[in-house]
């Protein structure tokens, strides 16, 4: 591309008051600004149908231009308009010497018409250019462009539809669009529809590099990067960018570090994004925009993981970006992009965009925050990473210890330390020395005798010596419980009334308010109930007592319910207790329901007056007062 290819601006003009009136300096990106086929950048399959066109005389009537801003589809409606019109077409280029070129790149000629469609959108606009049409023309061809197409209004577009069905022969439509979409089918149906895209990184660099060289602009290598990070892979946009770092004296343009809001998403760090969002605010970026730079560069993270090669930076740039993604995953990059989404669209009516952004930042970031099922997928890719890298997985959260009296999660039990468990001390047992006496006593566990040291209402009892066995009458020792068990019993019969019975609920303490704490036996907690009936229904709360009874003894003890008769000296079965080696069972002191009702003194109660009795026909009489009853 010439330097020399800028449009002349004249010389300086006295001014009135004695000063030189200074010209303002000319954009880069007008300066700039591509006058032949070959000068376009990026654009190659454009470029080849448009030339070939020409060479060929097959020059369609309307052609439909459409892609992201500053790709070149206005400057390209323009070389197209001159080479129709060229005096010496060269291989499908215009000579951009002759008059008609000139003409053209001046903005005087005849035979282009341009027209802004988002200010010159009704009916009105689009007649005149019907009126004129089928005018004669100095040049080969009258070529109307019309920029922005898609804005203009219904009436606008039926207008225009009956000049694209039938033309003038010498008539060229060029119709320019950033969103196709919008277009009526009907209008792009009679067009040829040429799509423009963004640059690659690598040409866009090189034509950076060569422009600025060109206007003598020095640059370092982080700002170039810079600008194209700024530009996007718009050609207009990162030529200005370019002006502007240039302005500036060289130094890299401040640009939101976009990398921030991805450590933010893998670390969960809702602090470290809302700073980056405050920090962009603060220069000045609008809060919309910047929700459409995160969303295009998680775009960019999840194509680097997925297609690699549809990835638009540089290398330098794609290798850094492919390393986030790798530690973000595709899972977290996808449903960022879903949510960030959203918020675009809500943000259309919002009165506080950036409310919206903070809000959904927050929920990307804390997973406690989010509602969205796609949470639990991320944590289970999360932990699938973790087990592929042999990275040791986090440690899961402590549940929070469940009251026994009401079965619900303890208040506050996630905030309480672990309590270690107590050791319990070893409980010496007394051993029987071998002698050759020929009387034989049965071994008996001390500690199933003595209840346990904790019990303030347990008595030692006095220690009896054993007696001395011979060898050949040594008989098996019967069966005896380990002493904790016996203990946690022991425990449980001496605070049963005190501290644990008022500790059951509704129906477990209904039910058991009328049993007889028995003692021990076989190594659990007896209770007696008075019929079959009862014990079945104690039965059902079992599991409610055993819990209450092992939080306030520190340990697990198994109830067992019997139907007691009242009989100390036998069991519910009527064998004799002394008579084997059950442990005797140990009354509880507490009072039964019967027990209190027979402790009431009869001589308190008073006989109720007799209730005095009413005929029928007495409260006939007392409903309707100064009536009379007549026998038929």
């Not at 080479?83 to 005849?110: H, M, R, W, Y």
């Not at 796609?374 to 402590?398: D, F, K, T, Y």
């Not at 040291?453 to 010596?465: C, D, M, N, Q, R």
Request: charged letters at 20%.
């Amino acid at each position: 591309m010439p330097s020399n290819c800028s449009a002349y601006l004249g010389p300086s003009v006295p001014h009135p008051l004695g000063r030189v009136a200074a010209m303002a300096t000319q954009s880069l990106y007008r300066r700039y600004r591509p006058r032949r086929f070959s000068e376009v950048k990026g654009q190659e399959h454009v470029v080849r149908s448009l030339r070939n066109a020409v060479i060929n005389h097959r020059e369609g009537q309307a052609y439909l231009f459409s892609g992201p801003r500053g790709t070149g589809k206005t400057s390209s409606a323009r070389i197209l308009a001159k080479v129709l019109n060229c005096e010496n077409p060269q291989d499908g280029e215009p000579c951009c010497e002759c008059a008609s070129c000139i003409a053209v790149e001046k903005g005087t000629s005849f035979d282009v018409h341009e027209l802004d469609a988002a200010s010159n959108n009704g009916v009105e606009a689009i007649r005149d250019i019907i009126d004129k049409a089928s005018l004669g023309t100095p040049g080969r061809h009258r070529v109307y462009i019309l920029d922005e197409v898609h804005m203009l209004t219904k009436g606008a577009e039926a207008a225009l539809l009956k000049i694209l069905e039938e033309p003038p022969p010498h008539v060229v439509f060029v119709l320019a669009t950033t969103d196709p979409q919008k277009v009526s089918e009907t209008i792009r149906s009679r067009t040829q529809h040429l799509q423009f895209h963004l640059l690659a990184m690598d040409v866009m660099e090189d034509h950076i590099r060569w422009l600025a060289g060109d206007a003598g602009i020095e640059l370092s290598t982080d700002a170039i990067q810079s600008v194209l990070r700024q530009g996007g892979g718009s050609a207009r946009d990162t030529v200005s960018a370019l002006e502007l770092v240039a302005s500036g004296g060289g130094e890299p343009l401040d640009i939101t570090p976009l990398d921030e809001f991805i450590e933010a998403f893998i670390e969960h760090d809702a602090g470290r994004a809302l700073a980056v969002v405050a920090l962009a605010v603060q220069q000045g970026r609008d809060p919309r925009t910047l929700t459409d730079d995160i969303v295009r560069h998680l775009r960019d993270c999840f194509l680097s993981l997925m297609a690699p090669e549809l990835v638009q930076l540089p290398v330098q740039r794609a290798e850094e970006v492919s390393a986030l993604a790798q530690r973000m995953g595709a899972a977290a990059a996808v449903r960022a992009m879903e949510r960030l989404g959203e918020m675009l669209v809500e943000m259309r009516h919002a009165p506080d965009p950036r409310l919206l952004l903070e809000v959904a930042l927050v929920q990307l970031t804390h997973e406690a925050a989010s509602n969205d099922m796609s949470v639990l997928l991320e944590r289970i890719e999360r932990l699938e990473h973790q087990v592929a890298s042999g990275v040791a997985a986090a440690p899961v959260a402590r549940s929070a210890p469940v009251d026994p009296a009401t079965g619900r999660a303890a208040l506050g039990g996630r905030a309480r330390p672990a309590a270690a468990p107590a050791p319990v001390a070893p409980t010496p047992v007394v051993e029987a020395p071998v002698s050759t006496a020929p009387a034989a006593t049965p071994v008996v566990n001390a500690a199933a005798q003595a209840p346990a040291a904790a019990a303030p209402a347990a008595v030692a009892p006095t220690p009896v010596a054993p007696a001395p066995v011979s060898p050949a009458s040594v008989a098996p020792a019967p069966a005896v419980l380990p002493a904790a068990a016996s203990d946690l019993v022991a425990a449980a019969v001496a605070r049963w009334s005190a501290d644990i019975k008022p500790t059951l609920k509704g129906f477990a303490r209904a039910m058991y308010s009328s049993t007889t704490v028995l003692g021990e036996r076989n190594g659990a907690l007896t209770i007696g109930v008075s019929n079959e009936t009862q014990k079945a229904k104690c039965e059902e709360h079992r599991r409610d007592v055993e819990a209450a009874i092992a939080a306030v003894v520190g340990g697990k003890v198994t109830v067992q319910l019997v139907v007691h008769s009242g009989n100390d000296d036998h069991d519910d079965h009527g064998n004799d207790p002394a008579a084997s080696n059950v442990v005797p069972l140990k009354r509880s002191t507490e009072p039964t329901m019967r027990e209190e009702e027979d402790a009431i003194d009869l001589d308190d109660l008073i006989d109720a007056p007799a209730e005095t009795i009413v005929s029928q026909v007495e409260r006939v009489a007392l409903a309707f007062p100064g009536s009379t009853f007549v026998d038929e």
